[in-house]
């Protein structure tokens, strides 16, 4: 692959991870404050609240597959790039995003990709809130997590997602190819 290919595809990584991150995040900005959010205590309760706000679901529901859609096209995109140092990484963590393991996939792009120390180690700290994220349900016995548990759930995995972001927006960052002697300017 190419320098410029390279540059492109990491380009287009960056756009697909900052796109799911923009399209979760709307519709986090739906669900929260309209009272949509799913609380498996209180099932009939849930179907009211999208009974009464139908549009409202129905768009966050087309946020969050949206969101997804391109969080697996940013997964398989990183893991179709071998060429890279530590390609196995890359490829484990394009193969999870695919999956929707987010804290595994998390742990495999920090120490996979290249990147800074400061971003490498803030990967470490938000997988360590995404893994309280999924162990949180697990707390709450068979009743399943309240309300205020699935709020703290989403909560916790923000973090995971914005560091996401950031690696969209480093992905994004336009390098420019150097012209050779040989190109005409």
């Given at each position: 692959?190419?320098?410029?290919?390279?540059?492109?595809?990491?380009?287009?990584?960056?756009?697909?991870?900052?796109?799911?991150?923009?399209?979760?995040?709307?519709?986090?900005g739906i669900v929260v404050p309209s009272g949509l959010t799913l609380n498996p205590a209180d099932p009939a309760a849930v179907l009211t609240a999208v009974h009464a706000r139908v549009e409202l679901h129905l768009i966050e529901l087309a946020l969050d597959v949206i969101g997804w859609l391109a969080l697996l096209a940013a997964g398989l995109l990183l893991a179709a790039r071998p060429d890279r140092p530590r390609a196995h990484?890359?490829?484990?963590?394009?193969?999870?995003?695919?999956g929707l393991l987010w804290v595994a996939a998390t742990l495999a792009a920090a120490s996979g990709i290249a990147l800074s120390t400061g971003l490498?180690?803030?990967?470490?700290?938000?997988?360590?809130?995404?893994?309280?994220?999924?162990v949180l349900p697990w707390t709450t016995g068979?009743?399943?997590?309240?309300?205020?548990?699935?709020?703290?759930?989403?909560?916790l995995h923000l973090p995971v997602m914005l560091w996401w972001g950031a690696l969209g927006w480093r992905q994004c960052r336009c390098r420019r190819v150097r012209r050779t002697a040989t190109m005409p300017v």
């Open positions: 692959m190419s320098a410029v290919e390279g540059d492109s595809a990491a380009r287009l990584t960056g756009v697909l991870l900052l796109g799911s991150l923009l399209a979760m995040l709307a519709g986090v990484l890359s490829v484990l963590a394009g193969g999870l995003l695919a490498r180690r803030a990967g470490v700290a938000v997988a360590v809130s995404g893994a309280a994220a999924v068979t009743d399943g997590p309240s309300a205020a548990a699935e709020q703290l759930g989403y909560a």
